[in-house]
């Protein structure tokens, strides 16, 4: 068992590994790999990390859904980025933009004074 202190270290590394946007699964398999845990220790270390995250979205409606979606973007965002596929990476920023209700997605059909056709 793991004393306060590296408990917290294997946390924050989780979180960090989180805030890059690298899939739960993935940052399991790492830290199982590198801190010589079981895949069970690590899992309960990443979901401890991501209750952290999920942290940053109290006040919206839903929070746990919401940042498994969020997170869940961003990851294929990085995805698309490291791949060069500038396509998805712009669908991605689109979702983001529309899951965080940050109203940056310019669509002719959302301005004042827009008919259509």
Same mark, same amino acid.
């Given at each position: 068992?793991?004393? @306060?202190? +590296?408990?917290?270290q294997r946390? $924050?590394?989780?979180?960090?590994? &989180?805030? @890059?946007?690298?899939?739960? /699964?993935?940052? %399991?398999?790492?830290?199982?790999?590198?801190? *010589?845990i079981?895949?069970?220790? %690590?899992?309960?270390?990443?979901? +401890?990390?991501f209750?952290d995250?999920?942290?940053?979205?109290?006040?919206?409606? @839903?929070?746990d859904?919401?940042?498994k &979606?969020?997170?869940?973007?961003e +990851?294929?965002?990085?995805?698309?980025?490291? +791949? *060069?596929?500038?396509?998805?990476?712009?669908?991605?920023?689109?979702?983001? $933009?529309?899951?965080?209700?940050? *109203?940056?997605? /310019?669509n002719?059909?959302?301005?004042?004074?827009?008919?259509? @056709?």
């Amino acid at each position: 068992m793991a004393n @306060k202190s +590296t408990s917290k270290q294997r946390v $924050d590394w989780c979180y960090q590994e &989180l805030l @890059k946007c690298r899939a739960t /699964h993935q940052i %399991a398999a790492d830290l199982s790999k590198r801190e *010589g845990i079981s895949p069970r220790q %690590a899992r309960r270390y990443v979901s +401890t990390a991501f209750k952290d995250l999920k942290g940053i979205y109290e006040d919206i409606d @839903k929070p746990d859904m919401l940042t498994k &979606l969020i997170h869940g973007t961003e +990851t294929v965002l990085e995805r698309a980025l490291i +791949t *060069g596929n500038l396509n998805a990476a712009l669908g991605a920023m689109r979702d983001l $933009d529309a899951l965080m209700g940050l *109203g940056y997605t /310019h669509n002719a059909k959302s301005r004042p004074g827009y008919y259509g @056709k």
